[in-house]
């Protein structure tokens, strides 16, 4: 991989820190009336997501990260792993625990999302923002409440739970915010 | 890329007043506003900024860093009161408050020292802010108020200890100055209080361009200052080093550094050595004010690009 000097480092940038693949948040440049300047940076290590921040000189450099980001199909989960497939090359990935997290909530077989490879297998998996889920199961529905009025949970079919308001019931379709898990309309079909 | 200026109207109404404001006191000062190149055919060696290099009629020129060469040999030959208000040139600087190109004042005051200048810069200021608290104190007293060390007295094994408490760095290093200067962007620029703040006295050795001379402890120190606003860096000073051979052993120090980091080691200027030695460079204090962060703090912007028209 080709090496980065700091006066490259940008956020996006992944770079291999301590032997761990890490993407860069923010780089300032600091530097005094005269003398030595640095670059303080705060990266986010990809394999356990802690973020560091680390000053270097500036003018120092850190090898790049085999580190890339590929839109991907989901396909299905066999209790262990979540298979991911290139639908170019319909190469099949499958991602362990440690790199889906959280987001198995939002994953739709046959739905697109990013897909973190770094050295060829999956790091992380990034859904898009907004998914359409059906709810699986949620209190009835109260009929003509549509006003601003109160919510209660739903459980969509991946098995997030995540509030909704009181009209909506069991068998519809949501569009849900990944980032916040936030409710945002119903799926306009 | 945005074909629109990068900073609004309002911000560039304010950079032209500031220009006339900052003439007009210059001018009821009597002082000289000089012109001088931006191409140079030296470079800067101060081994921490990197000149830009462009080719002229086939042979390599550089942007100029700062005025002050061109001012040092003008007060060389004409002994009087100058400034300068235009661009200077660093490369690889660019941040929230750094950008290669930018704008710079620097004046000259003949049979100064830096105490008198550092009064002068304050008169300047009060200008745009005419209500900020204002407190003077020594690179000594900064380093003791906010890390209880100091900074001469201190070994180079203390101030890695220091700094290892607060900063998690990629290197290590056994010049004293990296530490130093870590020390003093990280731990204390961000806690110097509010206001305008001049810091003099530095350590002989960052005296960069000013003269060593001994504080009432008897410590060897530099005559050296800066300025800060809201802890934002503005202007460097000094009482100028005015000895033509100390000039020429610096040049060729920084030159030995440059080396010894495999840094580009480029011509030096050699006219300013000439000109020291054989003009009547006068006994002066010199300062270089950054005027796109003055305008910053005048205007509350927290990016450089909000007060330079096209970035």
Known sequence: ?189 | MSWQPSASLPALHQRAILYRLIRAFFAERDILELDVPLLSEYATVDPFINSIEATVMSHPHYLQTSPEFYLKRFLAAYPQDVYYLGKAFRDDEKGQRHSPEFTMLEWYRVGWDEQSLIEEVRQLLVLFFPDMPWCLMSYREVFQTYLSLDPHSATSDELRQCAYQYIETSFDSDDKNAWLDLLFTHCIEPKLPNGIVGIYDYPATQAALARVDVDSSGQQVAKRFEIYIDQIELANGYWELADPNEQERRFNQDQEYRALNQLPVLPYDQALVDALKEGQFPDCAGVALGIDRLLMCYLKKASIGEVISFR
Request: charged share 25%; net charge negative; hydrophobic share 35%.
């Open chain 1, 1 to 189: 991989m080709a090496n980065y000097s700091t006066n490259e480092f940008r956020s996006g940038l992944k770079v291999m820190l301590d032997g761990e693949p890490c993407n860069i948040l923010e780089n300032e440049y600091v530097k005094p009336g005269k003398g030595q300047a640095f670059n303080r940076v705060k990266l986010r290590n990809l394999n356990t997501g802690r973020v560091w921040e680390r000053t270097f000189k500036s003018g120092e450099s850190l090898e790049g990260a085999d580190v890339m980001d590929h839109d991907m199909e989901y396909l299905y989960n066999d209790g262990e792993f979540w298979y991911f497939m290139d639908p170019v090359t319909f190469e099949q990935f499958p991602a362990d625990e440690k790199a889906v997290g959280e987001n198995y909530k939002w994953l739709k077989e046959q739905e697109q999302v990013v897909v973190t490879l770094y050295n060829g297998s999956p790091l992380a998996i990034t859904p898009p923002n907004h998914v359409e889920l059906e709810i699986a199961e949620t209190d009835p529905g109260l009929k003509g409440d549509t006003a601003n009025g109160g919510t209660k949970p739903a459980t969509l079919v991946t098995g997030a739970v995540i509030k909704v308001p009181l009209f909506l019931s069991t068998g519809e379709v949501i569009r849900v915010d990944t980032r916040t898990g936030e409710y945002l309309s119903r799926a306009k079909d």
